[in-house]
């Protein structure tokens, strides 16, 4: 069992990762992109060939003055899971909303759903973003529903899928395998620390591509 001060240090880091999310949101919202790149570790991977919190600034400071006007996430289910007591994973919500320019001088306003596969490091005492894994359901303008396929719907670009469900195999179980007659078999419970990784079916991290 566990002594009283890993327990404290894991309910804390419990809260210092959620706290990592909230402040992730309001720092990008409101522009201050010191805040925000400071989330991440200090030698984040920007590009291929590129590292750094200046890099990642650069990179955030053009497309957020290209394609946004302004944004607003809100941040929902957060489940965290422990590597080690400097390590971690995480799986969070995100339902967003885009002002967002068009080609023809309009504006259209974009909702987007959502969730963030995390890997999240202690370095120096702070808990900070290594790496986030963005996977999208829909976006799209707030008067059109996205029914059907191809559900990220950004003004001036085709529509295109997103990978929200890329990662999770039950998504393609479930539709695949109806029910059956009777009583169905029900799995055993995923350990404490390795929920995600049984959702995966013991799949490896997902890779995580650099901008």
Known sequence: MASLEQRLDRLESLDEIRQLVAKYSLSLDMRDLDAHVNLFAPDIRVSREKSGRGHLKRWLDDTLRLQFTGTSHHIGNHVIEFDDPEHARGVVYSKNEHETP?????TEWVIMQMIYWDQYERIDGRWLFRRRLPCYWYATDINKP???????????????????????????????????????????????EAFLTTMRRGAAE???KVR
Request: proline share 18%.
């Open 102 to 106: 068009c080609a023809d001088g309009g």
């Open 146 to 192: 996205p029914v059907g396929d191809n559900k990220m719907r950004w003004p001036d670009r085709e529509p295109y899928a997103g990978a929200y469900h890329e990662l999770w195999p039950s998504w393609a179980e479930f539709w695949k395998n109806p029910p059956g007659d009777g009583e169905p078999d029900v799995a055993e419970p995923a350990p404490l």
């Open 206 to 208: 997902p890779k995580i």
